[in-house]
């Protein structure tokens, strides 16, 4: 197996899982079962995080000709989901505990605030104020409750089955229990109570603590807002997106100006449904430019350059955009070998404990858009992230190294993206063929298009407010 091909593999390979799982997903529910009740809907994350991981791991291996599964923690038991994805008690408790103790004999309503909700501090007083205005009392991070499954046993009989399959395929050692065990310890029997007036304004749902309380939403009867913590929405299609963003999903609440409907599958639900889009504001709407600036190829080791790395984990993956830290790690010395004039702002999960002590690096902690006017131009090699949706919309030329980790665009986004970068394709696996045609590149005249189209809210809608969105959701 050639090094290029563990990239090319892990794609076709996780495809592969998420085709034969959504199939499974659809099965169940051809069965009557709802997808508030489906096993594999609630659990998809997880699923395809163990799946991705393994099988990234089991492809490289097989080029490296050595193990490298010890870097990587399944991460499948209660106690290390809980650890990762579940909230801890904060201010905010006491103060809308406070708040629901003088107003509880008045309002009857409830407004549930789930984990990892994007909002800057204006907007949290404005979700306080629609709660005050309309009668809700806010429950915030609330202990979770079990949540009712139906036909578990046909369910449980037939994830079994295709664990099974998978695990032949793929040469995996894939014991179903893993997944089982972890949903055991939310399921009820009892049927819940419907109260149908309460609104659920929840963060993404790779949090299975947000999963797990728009499920109880859906059996409630309730209503579901999603709230979108990214820049990303029109241009990147990731089938991700569909269990981690729309799955139970009635509102979706987003920066952008596009009907999903005119993008592609990767914005619908699991099983198969448009959310209603509601546009807001974009806060980063002070460093919006809709003109590039220009800089001089032949000369870029005279000008400073910030380089913004992919993040890349040592624990485990969740899509198919694996690459080995070592090979990326060399692929890095060469970038810098090349540009020895630039800097480097890591992701803030980015592991820097190989990287040579005289490089460039700054603070992790560091915000980009606080120092990005430092710098003649910007450097990635992804674009398929929420560190190039904030970057996109500034005046800094990007160049764009494509070295293979990207995956799907929509067909907008991906006509949009090649306007708004200089991109240079590296074989990083042949000598990194392709690096030095950096220095030789074109100015281009770029108008920013992609504000009007990815980032801004039409003209009518521009204005909502987080309190304004609120009062539409019906």
């Known amino acids: 197996m050639s090094k290029r091909n563990y990239l090319d593999k892990n794609k076709l390979d996780i495809a592969y899982v998420e085709k034969e799982y959504l199939n499974l997903f659809h099965r169940i529910k051809k069965k009557g079962i709802e997808e508030e009740y489906n096993i594999v809907g609630l659990l998809f994350h997880e699923i395809m995080a163990f799946y991705a991981t393994n099988i990234s791991a089991k492809n490289t291996e097989k080029y490296l000709k050595k193990k490298i ?11 290390s989901f809980r650890k990762r994805s579940f909230p801890n008690q904060s201010k905010y408790h006491l103060i809308f505990a406070t708040y629901n ?20 501090i204006y907007e949290k007083i404005q979700i306080f104020l629609f709660a005050l205005f309309k009668g809700y009392l806010i429950n915030y991070l609330p202990k979770l409750n079990k949540i009712e499954i139906k036909d578990y046993t046909f369910q449980i009989e037939v994830i079994s089955k295709l664990n099974d399959k998978l695990s032949q395929k793929f040469r ?5 229990y893993k997944f089982i065990k972890f949903i055991e310890y939310y399921i009820t029997s009892t049927q819940l109570s419907y109260r149908k007036k309460d609104i659920y304004l ?18 409630k009867k309730s209503k579901t807002i999603i709230t979108n913590h990214e820049y990303t929405y029109g241009f990147l299609s990731l089938f991700i997106h569909r269990y981690d963003n729309y799955f139970l999903c009635d509102n979706y609440f987003t920066v952008g100006n596009l009907n999903p409907k005119k993008l592609d599958e990767n914005y619908k639900s699991l099983s198969g449904k448009y959310p209603k889009i509601f546009y807001k504001k974009n806060d980063l709407k002070p460093f919006f430019s809709r003109k590039i600036n ?11 350059g910030l380089y913004l790395p992919t993040r890349i984990t040592r624990r485990h993956t969740q899509n198919n955009t694996f690459i080995y830290s070592e090979h990326y790690l060399s692929w890095q010395k060469k970038l810098i070998k090349t540009l020895p004039n630039i800097f480097i702002k890591p992701h803030l999960k980015f592991d820097l404990s190989k ?13 980009i858009l606080d120092i990005y006017q430092q710098y003649d131009y910007l450097i990635v ?8 949706g904030e970057i996109a919309i500034t005046d800094k030329p990007i160049i764009y190294f494509n070295i293979g980790l990207d995956t799907k665009h929509t067909s907008i986004g991906e006509k949009e993206i090649s306007k708004r970068v200089y991109e240079t394709k590296v074989k990083i696996f042949n000598n990194y063929r392709g690096i030095e045609k950096i220095f030789k590149i074109k100015n281009k005249i770029i108008n920013n298009r992609f504000l009007n189209i990815f980032c801004i809210s039409s003209k009518k809608s521009n204005e909502n407010s987080i309190f304004e969105l609120l009062e539409k959701i019906k």
């Open 69 to 79: 599964s010890s870097v990587f923690k399944e991460n499948l038991s209660i106690k």
């Open 101 to 120: 103790k003088l107003l509880k004999f008045f309002f009857k309503k409830n407004l549930i605030l789930g984990m990892n909700l994007p909002f800057n």
């Open 172 to 176: 995996l050692k894939v014991e179903s």
């Open 202 to 219: 929840l963060g993404s749902l790779g949090k299975v603590y947000n999963r797990i309380l728009a499920a109880e939403a859906r059996q």
């Open 294 to 304: 220009t800089i001089d190829f032949s000369k870029l080791n005279k000008l400073k």
């Open 355 to 367: 990287f040579p002590n005289n490089l460039k690096i700054l603070d992790k902690k560091l915000k």
């Open 381 to 388: 090699d992804q674009v398929s992230s929420r560190t190039f």
